[in-house]
């Protein structure tokens, strides 16, 4: 009956505009408006990374609870991780309405809103007064209209310093213009030698939270390499791979598919896995990598483990799968280490690197 319930209220968003159906659920989880899933409680699922304790593998995407305001019934939901932001350093709006596209036969997402944010103060001062179980990521952003994105970046990390488990450094997203300018090689470099020393000059005695670069799938193939460089000459803790692509993949016939914005979902999964397995093997399994982007199933999230992901992230699966998807990849996961006799997700991981890597582009 429950599921029942479920499948209906999940028909029902899809029958509204975008924007006001996520208000709609976010409304809902801060009620307590919401299933108590049974979930499986498989110790090889956990994973220590980049000083993190992740009772599970399986996190929410940045983007879905922007302003830190649902944390605890994420974790409830069953999320191992929850990725908040992006946050600017002051309030914005984004950009004008209409900003969200569903592309529901294709199971994908065009949206561009523009890193719409209540800014630093308002999202920390939500992060100070919940209290939850589970590892909570701050992904960072730069305001449109500022004039030095890189001092942007800084005050993120001046700002979360002590209620971040984690930083993202999101220099990915096609909404803001100029802002994938950050990733070319010289200037990640600056980005980055900037950010070390801010980290430094926070961590006293105590470490400053590791910082996590997110990448974009559009990143020419022949530039990828000094980007993986860039980052392991510093001091990255890893990367997420990856944000939503300018592209579209057989998607000519779409109509939504014009609209301008970043693709997410489902068709966005082969680019977004063949990048991730690229930059695995270009970085000799040296880095824990979150995998991203079209993750709305299990076989989809054992592929991102196959192909270099230590940890995956979802949102647009959500979208159309439901709250049950959380419980489905755990089982999935579990079901995989099964029948390759693994004890954990380690014994997974890369195993079909080389072989999404070679994959042809789209």
């Given at each position: 009956?429950?599921?029942?319930?479920?499948?209906?209220?999940?028909?029902?968003?899809?029958?509204?505009?975008?924007?006001?159906?996520?208000?709609l659920?976010?409304?809902?989880?801060?009620?307590?408006?919401?299933?108590?899933?049974?979930?499986?409680?498989?110790?090889?699922?956990?994973?220590?990374?980049?000083?993190c304790?992740?009772?599970?593998?399986?996190?929410?995407?940045?983007?879905?609870?922007?302003?830190?305001r649902?944390?605890?019934?994420?974790?409830?939901?069953?999320?191992?991780?929850?990725?908040?932001?992006t946050?600017?350093?002051e309030?914005q709006?984004?950009?004008?309405?209409p900003?969200?596209?569903?592309?529901?036969?294709?199971?994908?997402?065009?949206?561009?809103?523009g890193?719409?944010?209540?800014?630093?103060?308002?999202?920390?001062?939500?992060?100070?007064?919940?209290?939850?179980?589970?590892v909570?990521?701050?992904?960072?952003?730069a305001?449109?209209?500022?004039?030095?994105?890189?001092?942007?970046?800084?005050?993120?990390?001046?700002?979360?310093?002590?209620?971040a488990?984690?930083?993202?450094?999101?220099?990915?997203?096609?909404?803001?213009?100029?802002?994938?300018?950050?990733?070319?090689?010289?200037?990640?470099?600056?980005?980055?030698?900037?950010?070390?020393?801010v980290?430094?000059?926070?961590?006293g005695?105590?470490?400053?939270?590791?910082?996590?670069?997110?990448?974009?799938?559009?990143?020419?193939?022949?530039?990828?390499?000094?980007?993986?460089?860039?980052?392991?000459?510093?001091?990255?803790?890893?990367?997420?791979?990856?944000?939503?692509?300018?592209?579209r993949?057989d998607?000519?016939?779409?109509?939504q598919?014009?609209?301008?914005?970043?693709?997410?979902?489902?068709?966005?999964?082969?680019?977004?896995?063949?990048?991730l397995?690229?930059?695995?093997?270009l970085?000799?399994?040296?880095?824990p990598?979150?995998?991203?982007?079209?993750v709305?199933s299990?076989e989809?999230?054992?592929?991102?483990?196959?192909a270099?992901?230590?940890?995956?992230?979802?949102?647009?699966g959500?979208?159309?799968?439901?709250?049950?998807?959380?419980?489905?990849?755990l089982?999935?996961?579990?079901?995989?280490?099964?029948?390759?006799?693994?004890?954990?997700?380690?014994?997974?991981?890369?195993?079909?690197?080389?072989?999404?890597?070679?994959?042809?582009p789209?």
């Amino acid at each position: 009956m429950k599921s029942s319930v479920l499948r209906l209220a999940q028909a029902g968003l899809l029958t509204l505009d975008p924007e006001r159906a996520h208000d709609l659920t976010l409304r809902a989880l801060e009620r307590g408006l919401y299933p108590k899933p049974e979930l499986p409680q498989d110790r090889r699922l956990a994973q220590d990374l980049f000083g993190c304790h992740f009772a599970n593998p399986v996190g929410m995407a940045a983007g879905f609870d922007k302003d830190a305001r649902v944390l605890r019934p994420l974790f409830e939901l069953g999320f191992g991780f929850v990725e908040v932001g992006t946050v600017t350093p002051e309030p914005q709006p984004g950009n004008p309405r209409p900003r969200i596209f569903r592309l529901i036969r294709q199971r994908g997402v065009i949206n561009r809103l523009g890193f719409n944010s209540q800014g630093h103060e308002a999202v920390r001062a939500r992060l100070a007064r919940q209290r939850f179980q589970g590892v909570v990521g701050v992904n960072i952003g730069a305001n449109k209209e500022s004039d030095n994105f890189i001092a942007d970046y800084e005050a993120g990390l001046r700002a979360f310093a002590d209620c971040a488990d984690y930083f993202t450094v999101n220099v990915s997203s096609p909404n803001t213009p100029g802002l994938r300018a950050l990733q070319t090689p010289d200037r990640l470099n600056t980005l980055l030698e900037r950010l070390t020393a801010v980290r430094v000059d926070l961590a006293g005695t105590t470490p400053a939270p590791p910082l996590l670069v997110k990448l974009s799938p559009d990143i020419p193939e022949d530039e990828l390499p000094e980007v993986v460089q860039a980052v392991l000459a510093h001091d990255v803790a890893g990367l997420i791979l990856t944000n939503t692509t300018l592209s579209r993949p057989d998607l000519e016939s779409v109509p939504q598919a014009s609209e301008t914005g970043g693709l997410s979902g489902r068709p966005l999964f082969p680019l977004a896995t063949r990048v991730l397995a690229q930059v695995y093997v270009l970085s000799e399994g040296r880095l824990p990598l979150i995998g991203v982007g079209g993750v709305d199933s299990a076989e989809t999230a054992v592929a991102k483990v196959q192909a270099g992901a230590s940890l995956v992230q979802l949102y647009s699966g959500l979208i159309y799968e439901g709250v049950g998807l959380v419980a489905e990849i755990l089982n999935g996961l579990a079901a995989a280490l099964d029948r390759a006799g693994a004890a954990t997700l380690a014994d997974l991981r890369g195993t079909r690197a080389r072989e999404w890597a070679a994959e042809p582009p789209a």
